[in-house]
């Protein structure tokens, strides 16, 4: 109701992503489920058909449903996509979601390996010609320290970023121009969409979403 309900005000501004929520955190508040892809599977499929304007009665390990519709869907496509990492979730993301959302750790060197396991999910779907983006986060940072926050940012992270080579699988970092080309390179390895993540102690925030705002104007010239 509240997703169908920020669409209706808002249209086209809200995608309300999902996923089995990071499993030890799951258990630290009690709601660890014991098959958590199962979960995903019964909550994704659902949500999708109620947000379609769908009566759905459904009795499954985790949601069950006796006739059950929204009294206002939204008037058009609302898309879902689904947060996985490992192989079984990025398998399942492409089987029931619209689209993946891909955590930092994933950097260029995982992206082959997630897209040929969201390609399998979604084969076994027969979904191959569904819209399907990839949406990346990456870690970003401009000023004179930028790049040094980032490596020990991502050092903690249990990244190996050693040099800059090394960093530019991970992470975006320098003026516009330099942002730019470095959102270019996850896209060209098949990126649809980079979500830009500060370091948690960016000094100045304002001035990276300046930056950004910059690199996504050499962007879109491109």
């Known amino acids: 109701m509240e997703i169908a309900t920020i669409e209706g005000m808002f249209p086209g501004r ?11 955190w799951m258990a630290q508040v009690g709601a660890k489920a014991a098959s958590p ?3 995903m599977r019964e909550y994704s499929t659902t949500l999708r058909a109620l947000l379609a304007g769908e009566r759905v009665t459904t009795s499954g390990r985790y949601v069950r449903l006796d006739d059950v519709a929204l009294d206002w869907p939204p008037a058009g496509a609302v898309p879902v996509p689904v947060a996985a990492t490992g192989p079984k979730s990025l398998r ?10 891909l955590e930092g750790s994933v950097g260029l060197p995982g992206l082959p390996a997630v897209l040929e396991h969201l390609a399998a999910g979604r ?20 000023g004179p320290d930028a790049a040094a926050r980032l ?3 991502l050092t903690a992270w249990g990244r190996d970023v050693p040099d800059d ?3 530019a699988g991970y992470a975006v970092w320098g003026d516009a121009g330099a942002i730019a080309d470095g959102v270019r390179r996850f896209g060209t390895a098949g990126a649809d969409t980079v979500a830009i ?7 100045d925030l304002e001035r990276l979403a300046a930056v950004l705002g910059e690199a996504q104007a050499l962007l879109r010239q491109a």
């Open 14 to 24: 809200l995608i309300p992503g999902i996923g089995h929520g990071v499993q030890p």
């Open 37 to 39: 892809l199962t979960l």
């Open 92 to 101: 399942l993301a492409g089987e029931v979601g619209d689209g993946v959302v």
């Open 123 to 142: 084969a076994a779907a027969g979904r191959e010609d569904d819209a399907f983006p990839v949406i990346q986060f990456v870690s970003g940072g401009t």
């Open 151 to 153: 490596r020990a940012e």
């Open 165 to 167: 080579t090394a960093m």
């Open 197 to 203: 993540q500060p370091t948690e102690d960016d000094p």
